[in-house]
Nanobody, 123 residues
């Protein structure tokens, strides 16, 4: 099993940057592909970015391509989401998750979730 704890959220102005971290505990972290999702009030949870277990492959939602970067450090058991040029529509609770299924973008394919960290972008 993997336990996940996100951090790094906050309130920023449009155009600013934030880096989210997701610290994992458990011995098998390096064996999991990892993803970031977000959920805004009244909306479904949506895929943001994902990274393979080795870090060699990354995937992004169209809405964040070119602005967000996902990375991981298996030695530190941590996944990061660097968010640049933030927009008000990026406001949401951001969750990291460990993938056990085959789809990169479907929340149902991820079995382990953190508690989330709030990101609020003001205009």
């Amino acid at each position: 099993q993997v336990q996940l704890v996100e951090s790094g959220g906050g309130l920023v102005q449009a155009g600013a940057s934030l880096r989210l971290s997701c610290a994992a505990s458990g011995r098998t972290f390096s064996g999991y592909a990892m993803g970031w999702f977000r959920q805004a009030p009244g909306k479904e949870r949506e895929f943001v970015a994902a990274i393979s277990w080795s870090g060699g492959s990354t995937y992004y939602a169209e809405s964040v391509k070119g602005r967000f970067t996902i990375s991981r450090d298996n030695a530190k058991k941590t996944v990061y989401l660097q968010m640049n040029s933030l927009k008000p529509e990026d406001t949401a609770v951001y969750y990291c998750a460990a993938r056990t299924g085959s789809s990169w973008t479907r929340p149902a394919e991820y079995d382990y979730w953190g508690q989330g960290t709030q990101v609020t972008v003001s205009s």
